[in-house]
């Protein structure tokens, strides 16, 4: 399971080593052997830290709460009495390294040294894990109770999300006591390889292909009406998200195909993990029953005759070596989902030969099968533009060459041609019998300028619809690679990937300006897939001095999403307006990110308008 990486002994020596070093701080150094009596909450200590980090441990007690023999084998265990001290967990995981010979049930003594893993790496910015390495494992008996879990609700969980770390440690938290009465994190960090329940939960980030889930305890949290929690700003990351994870085999148990808005119903039991891909984690002995509640994927309405209907769909990495499927799906999504809209920005279309790095840069193949299957599902025989890029300088997958495309209805809309664009000319913008127009069309924006570098360079395009003009600029940003977790020990997390991204957007909003300096009221539509919210410093940059308007913050707060990333619903794709576009009806079109089902990731988004 990609959430479930080897530790493997160098790993743990390398973590160890900064640990001494100062990187995780409240951290011991010590290598000498403990002579008291150790009990699992002294491991954990009341710090995210060990405070015997480094050292060996002899014949620590503890019942055995589950196993897991793939991945990062080891086993949890827990000590049935405790200390009384909500901020020291009672249960912590033992790393193995081959399968385990341990039973859940099993009353064990385990002797080994006291590490933190940081899954994911040191550089990730990631919590670490405290578990015994290296150990030598007694089995005392077998067919013991396993331990009462603790169980989590609404009500145990704070609303308050994390303390702020200290600045004397580089922002980290790792130093900080635990306050699990205070802050979210803390609470979870207090249950580290603790045996926890939950009860009936609804589904907030749909199941995927490495098993996993996820679901809130707190239903009323920042939901919205298909049953997601909606990430609506920096401050609230929704503190009763928790990933869910099964032990149970699956040939022995199929996990769960779940939807956003269905309910993992009755008791899932089993120990809080902490790993790379979503932080803590409820890894299930027991699994609940999921309830089916029927999520629907939405259709947007047909546009008016009087109406132009542009829309942006990231098709993650389209080419022709994708089955016919997918090419099939995706066509009936722009006919029945997207009723078909008039201007299709598509983002991530990849080229003729997809991965092969052979130096193709070409889409035509990719596009040609694709409006095919429009047309075949009952579409419109959709033209496109496009400006092919530079082989291997636009970043995403290497040998994909992925690239924006405009698709456009010829019946309904013209494009209006200017030769010349090619992957290294920027276009300009001029004054055409009072009105602005491109010096290219279809052109790219400043290609040359470094907020582009190995990254995707924006599309602009004039179009004509009923005798109006209309600019259409289309984007794939920079993605969020690199950024720390939420959950991560430095608090706030680094967003470091938002210094491309701000880059990027104040190049747009620059040329959006000269726009606007050569025909005050002209229609420009800046749109795809921004790879940011709403609120970000990015759509600020965007939306400077009031050269676009995110269309997104018109609609209700419980509905500004197009993307689902560990249980947080949040925008990422988006269409902005100048001011020339009064009146507008703005969708975003829920049809993959809630699904385990997805032909993309993304949910496309569609704008109407009169010119």
Known sequence: ????????????????????????????????????????????????????????????????????????????????????????????????SSKPTVAVGDAVTVSGTVTEYVPGGLNSGNQSLTQISKPTVT???????????????????????????????????????????????????????????????RVVGASNAHAELWVTVKPRENANRRGGTVYGSYESPNTGRLKVQSLVPLAQQPFPTANVGDVLAGVTEGPLDFN????????????????????????????????????????????????????????????DNLASPDILALEEIQDDNGAKNDGTVTAGETLKRFTDAIAAAGGPAYAWRTVDPQDGKDGGEPGGNIRQVFLFNPARVSFTDRAGGDATTATGVVKERGKAALTLSPGRIAPADAAWENSRKPLAGEFTFRGRTVIVVANHFGSKGGDESIVGHRQPPNRSSEVKRLQQARVVNAFVKDVLAVQRDADVVVLGDINDFEFSDTTKALTDGGALRAAVTSLPRSERYSYVFQGNSQVLDQILTSPGIRHFSYDSVHINAEFADQNSDHDPQVLRFRP
């Open 1 to 96: 399971m990609a959430s479930s990486l080897p530790r493997t002994a160098a790993v743990s020596a390398v973590v160890t080593a900064a640990l001494a070093g100062g990187l995780l701080a409240g951290a011991s150094t010590s290598a000498a052997d403990t002579t008291d009596t150790v009990r699992i909450h002294d491991v954990q200590g009341s710090t995210r830290v060990s405070p015997l980090v480094g050292q060996r441990v002899t014949d620590v007690p503890g019942v055995v709460t589950g196993v897991r023999d793939h991945g990062s084998r080891g086993f949890w265990f827990q000590d049935p009495g405790g200390d009384g001290d909500a901020a020291t967990s009672e249960g912590v995981f033992v790393f193995t």
């Open 139 to 201: 089995v005392v008996s077998s067919g013991n109770p396993v331990p009462a879990p603790v169980t989590v609700t609404a009500r145990s969980v704070p609303d308050a999300y994390t303390p702020a770390g200290d600045p004397a440690a580089g922002g980290s938290v790792n130093g900080l006591p635990l306050r699990p009465d205070r802050y979210a994190l803390d609470y979870y960090e207090s249950l580290e390889g603790t045996n926890v329940r939950i009860g009936s939960s």
């Open 276 to 335: 790379q891909y979503g932080g803590y984690t409820l890894t299930a002995r027991t699994l609940g029953t999921l309830q089916d509640r029927g999520l629907v994927r939405e259709r947007t309405r047909p546009q008016h005759r009087s109406e132009l209907a542009v829309a942006t769909y990231n098709v993650e990495n389209l080419d022709p070596t994708d089955p016919q499927e997918k090419f099939d799906a995706l066509a009936k999504a722009v006919v």
